[in-house]
């Protein structure tokens, strides 16, 4: 049986008093407690509460890289197939990481935090402007403006997203997979036109 190290057991308690306290209303105090070290044990590891918010995006982070590459090595320039991989991908990211998108979404507008976690969008519309570059020298897509083309993507999920996670089904009854085949054709026709 795996035993978690020191450095698991505060991240894994970070997490979680975050996603019930806020970033800002958690203390090291708290966290040490959670997670059943020593308060020294934190600053040992990680010198701040900070650092352990950074440590932990970086690991989130790190994960979702290997997998949105791994993922995009496989397009198959089926436009309507891709594009709804590429959003389910996304929409699962983003649900994996709940806890944290709604944290910073609540709390962070800059600073080192913001930064960190303003890269995994940017990663995505960087991959989704190559892919959608290909498409247009393909000539599958009239359009000619491959970032805002993305950036129509990104937010269109993003939106539904933070939707249904902040209100359920309270303003909606489609689920996720209904809006994703509506809005992805729907997004394609406007771009072909």
């Known amino acids: 049986m795996r035993q978690d190290s020191?450095?698991?057991?505060?991240?894994?308690?970070?997490?979680?008093?975050?996603?019930q306290y806020g970033y800002k209303g958690t203390?090291?105090?708290?966290?040490?407690?959670?997670?059943?070290?020593?308060?020294?044990?934190?600053?040992h590891n990680f010198a701040s509460k900070e650092g352990i918010l950074l440590e932990i995006f970086a690991c989130r982070l790190s994960l979702s890289d290997d997998f949105v590459a791994e993922y995009m090595s496989h397009?198959?320039?089926?436009?309507?197939e891709d594009l709804l991989g590429v959003s389910r991908l996304y929409h699962s990211r983003l649900q994996e990481n709940i806890d944290l998108v709604m944290m910073?979404?609540?709390?962070?507008?800059?600073?080192r935090i913001f930064d960190?976690?303003?890269?995994?969008?940017k990663k995505f519309k960087t991959l989704l402007v190559g892919y959608l570059e290909e498409l247009i020298r393909q000539g599958k897509?009239?359009?000619?403006?491959?970032?805002?083309?993305?950036?129509?993507?990104?937010?269109?999920?993003f939106g539904f997203f933070i939707?249904?996670?902040?209100?359920?089904?309270?303003?909606?009854q489609i689920t996720s997979e209904q809006y994703l085949d509506t809005s992805i054709r729907a997004y394609l026709e406007s771009l072909r036109s």
């Open 6 to 19: 020191a450095k698991d057991k505060i991240m894994d308690a970070s997490v979680r008093l975050f996603s």
């Open 27 to 43: 203390s090291t105090k708290q966290i040490a407690k959670e997670a059943s070290v020593n308060e020294l044990t934190i600053f």
């Open 75 to 80: 397009l198959t320039y089926d436009v309507v």
């Open 104 to 111: 910073i979404v609540k709390e962070f507008r800059e600073g």
């Open 116 to 121: 960190l976690y303003v890269t995994l969008p």
């Open 141 to 157: 897509l009239g359009t000619q403006d491959a970032e805002l083309a993305a950036i129509t993507f990104l937010t269109m999920n």
């Open 163 to 172: 939707m249904k996670s902040t209100f359920g089904d309270r303003v909606t």
